[in-house]
């Protein structure tokens, strides 16, 4: 999904980008979120300083907490009434 795409019913996102990415500059992860706090949608952005694009850092540590964190957030089952 581009972020032109982003709208009133964008799932959460939570994004892990490199600061060194050559692949897909980190102007366009900027975008995703810019669009998604237009629309008032939950939306996380966690820069990995010194790396590039993908990889296990993105998943070693703080970020796999972060991971976690966003996945149990986000696909929890809905409480029954």
Sequence with gaps: MGAAHVGKSAPPLLIIHGDKDGTVGLVQ???MVDKYRKHKRDVTL???QGTGHGGKLFFE???RKLVVEFLRKHLRPAKAD
């Design 29 to 31: 992860s900027q975008r």
């Design 46 to 48: 966690k820069v990995v």
């Design 61 to 63: 540590g703080p970020r």
